[in-house]
């Protein structure tokens, strides 16, 4: 008879509280942050977990991330209209989680913006005449580059670098919040990514090869409380997303 095939246990998970994030502790980013209308919109929570995890679990994981009792007790996310953070509180249904890209070891990625004219010498940012985009006010080539698909840089980044996690976040601060004053040179936005970067990604050097190597595994989440149907009976999500 062949034996049974052994049950993995069930992902559980434990609030370190008491972790400290230095990025979100430091005084020259904190002041970057209020410039950028990010100040108390961005957080980090730690939690740890005990079993084994390997990627293609993915969305068990997730699911049973949103559903143990201590991430409901102590996940914090972002209520729209007031903004303020809130516990989570309640179980989650449904998830999607897409798994983000995470190789780059530095920002050299970003050396293009200086070839390109983007950025000068100086660090300074080229600007350009004014252009709407969504919610955004475009007024340099930086923020073209970023937003603008038909613009003639556009392409200077290509698709698989924009899907990194390390151009995600230079993307997130560049753009900043609501009331975002932006900068005119480069520097603040690529120091602190650097810093976000470092702090928020595992690496471990290969003892072959002595190559240093990313092993942490960047999650983007979307996350649903319910389903509903709305007046025509087509069913609808709402949902939140966090990365992880």
Not at 75 to 81: A, C, G
């Amino acid at each position: 008879m062949a034996a049974e095939r052994a049950v993995k246990p069930p992902f559980t998970f434990r609030h370190l509280s008491n972790k400290k994030i230095n990025f979100l502790e430091d005084s020259k980013i904190r002041d970057l942050f209020m410039k950028w209308s990010m100040h108390g919109r961005i957080t980090v929570q730690v939690f740890s977990f005990d079993q084994c995890f390997q990627s293609y679990e993915k969305d068990s994981f997730v699911l049973a991330f949103f559903q143990d009792p201590n991430v409901l007790a102590n996940l914090k996310v972002l209520s729209p209209l007031p903004s303020q953070w809130t516990t989570l509180g309640k179980e989650v249904k449904e998830i999607e989680a897409e798994e983000v890209p995470c190789n780059q070891l530095s920002i050299l990625s970003f050396d293009c913006l200086y070839t390109e004219g983007i950025v000068r010498e100086t660090g300074h940012i080229t600007k350009c005449l004014d252009e709407f985009y969504e919610d955004f006010v475009i007024s340099d080539q930086l923020r073209q580059v970023l937003l603008l698909e038909e613009s003639d840089k556009y392409q200077i980044f290509s698709d698989k670098e924009r899907e990194e996690f390390i151009f995600h976040i230079f993307k997130h601060l560049c753009l900043g919040g609501v009331l975002c004053q932006y900068e005119d040179t480069i520097d603040p936005y690529l120091e602190t990514c650097k810093t976000m970067y470092k702090e928020l990604v595992s690496v471990q050097k290969d003892p072959d090869t002595k190559d240093i190597r990313i092993i942490s595994t960047v999650l983007k989440v979307t996350a649903r409380d319910k389903q509903y149907k709305d007046k025509c009976g087509k069913s609808r999500r709402p949902d939140f997303q966090t990365p992880m």
